[in-house]
């Protein structure tokens, strides 16, 4: 998109948010970086140069804009839609790899040199992994900057940096500030409610429109008691992030979903983040996927009554594989209750002052040892549900953003008791597939029916090939059709 002149100057001259995240706009005059949609007045084309990331703008030396805030964009769509080892890497690094293991520890993950890493992110991105984990630390050091009385040295290694003059020396490269002028322009204006002690609030940008009700609706409809719950407008649930745990509240907002974060240990803050960002697809480009499911005439008018529909995702790949076995040809409620027996067995307690989460949700680890006579499950499902964690705890069925997802399709379809419908699901929910489809799903099935679309699994699959690559967004859609309570925001 970035190396498109003329589409780039088109988007920034219509200040299209829909560019947002997609392409960064440097104003050579200023050395200022840019949103498209910035609301400033447009500097010439001649003076405008773009760039496909944050980091490529202050490696070329810009700072980022005061008014738009560039770096607060959502991120780029592709990485969800391409499976190739740069969108593999990025994933990654969103996940915070290399603040935590570093460059090494990154190309160990991929499977390939530093060397690789470092020449085909600059190709694609116009900068390394260290300059794209230094641009991700720099907006978390603002986040926390911004919206905690964190001492700012704190702040500094929270965020992940080495040092405090590396902190320092940063924050006023990309905003042109140092950390206390950072903290004095967010000062929190007299009469608004301070958060509770410890917790960060912040709002996670999206590309509109972002149509909440399935979305929500789904986590709500399928929580997990203790685990997860519906409470005050908002769904809260506990995170198992590398350095601690958490407990996160999403709510949904006209332009942004508002995110309030209590974390054990504020250096999991970006690993949170992202992980919320995938759970509730925030970085999807709902204009693109919409518009090639408008062009079916029988999926238009569900497409009109509710654009923006996103693809419930997971915090935890693992997690949600052994959610989906145990609801493998059960109701919802069953599926919950089945899993709030293994939490209570098997998580690990948490405190919740501000609402009713009691556990983590367990770890393959933790499960791979249990009885299954312990199982209120039919025995096969019992030899499923074991032979899954176990390959999930000893590493033979890695399920995370940076695994190829064909590979993962492979090895979930060897394990005994898996299927087209459980492997799919996963693909779609744990592993982000925006191509994951369930042509034998009942649901699916009615609303085609429904629609006058085929019914039959293999009829269906080969009319939704003009779908590709936005299966899983057909199936929400298919999904909305029915009054079940996952399709409606809770009250």
Not at 95 to 118: C, Y
Not at 158 to 178: H, K, P, Q
Not at 249 to 262: E, F, K, N, T, V
Request: with cysteine.
């Amino acid at each position: 998109m970035h190396t498109d002149t003329e589409r780039c100057v088109r988007a920034v001259r219509s200040k299209d948010a829909r560019f947002d995240g997609v392409f960064f706009t440097a104003v050579r005059t200023t050395r200022i970086y840019c949103r498209p949609s910035c609301p400033v007045v447009p500097p010439k084309a001649e003076n405008m140069e773009f760039h496909p990331s944050a980091a490529s703008c202050q490696r070329a030396g810009f700072r980022a804009c005061k008014r738009c805030r560039p770096d607060t964009s959502p991120g780029s769509p592709q990485w969800n839609v391409r499976a190739d080892a740069v969108a593999r890497a990025m994933r990654l690094i969103q996940d915070g790899v290399v603040d935590r293991e570093g460059v090494p520890g990154l190309a160990r993950r991929l499977g390939w040199s530093t060397r690789q890493i470092e020449r085909q992110l600059l190709a694609e991105l116009g900068a390394g992994p260290l300059a794209l984990a230094r641009a991700q630390r720099a907006q978390t050091a603002r986040v926390l900057i911004e919206t905690t009385p964190m001492p700012l040295g704190e702040v500094a290694f929270a965020a992940g940096f080495s040092s405090i003059r590396t902190f320092n020396d940063t924050v006023r490269e990309v905003f042109a500030l140092t950390p206390g002028e950072l903290r004095a322009r967010a000062a929190r204006p007299a009469g608004r409610r301070a958060p509770a002690s410890g917790a960060i609030t912040l709002r996670l940008p999206f590309r509109a429109p972002l149509e909440p009700s399935n979305l929500f609706g789904h986590l709500a409809a399928t929580a997990v008691p203790g685990v997860e719950e519906w409470r005050d407008g908002a769904y809260r649930r506990t995170l198992n992030l590398p350095y601690g745990h958490g407990v996160v509240a999403l709510a949904p907002r006209a332009d942004h979903i508002a995110c309030r974060l209590s974390l054990t240990d504020p250096r999991d803050l970006t690993h949170a983040i992202s992980r919320c960002r995938r759970l509730l697809d925030l970085d999807a480009d709902p204009v693109a996927v919409d518009e090639r499911l408008r062009a079916d005439p029988l999926l238009a008018p569900l497409v009109d009554a509710a654009p923006g529909r996103r693809v419930p995702g997971s915090v935890d790949p693992a997690e949600f594989a052994v959610r989906a076995v145990l609801g493998q040809q059960v109701s919802t409620a069953a599926a919950r209750t089945h899993a709030a027996r293994l939490v209570a067995a098997h998580g690990t307690p948490v405190d919740d002052p501000e609402g009713g989460l009691t556990h983590l949700f367990p770890e393959p680890a933790a499960l791979a040892a249990l009885d299954p006579e312990t199982l209120a499950l039919p025995r096969s499902r019992r030899t499923t549900l074991l032979t899954l964690v176990r390959a999930l705890a000893d590493g033979t069925l890695p399920l995370g953003p940076a695994d190829d997802r064909e590979e993962a399709r492979a090895r979930l379809l060897a394990l005994s008791g898996f299927g087209p419908w459980t492997t799919e699901i996963i693909a779609m929910r744990a592993l982000g597939d925006p191509d994951a489809f369930l042509p034998g799903d009942l649901g699916v099935r009615r609303a085609a029916e429904g629609l006058g679309l085929p019914s039959t699994p293999a009829a269906l699959t080969a009319r939704a090939a003009h779908w590709r690559p936005w299966r899983a967004y057909a199936v929400q859609y298919l999904w909305a059709t029915d009054s079940h309570p996952i399709n409606h925001l809770p009250s």
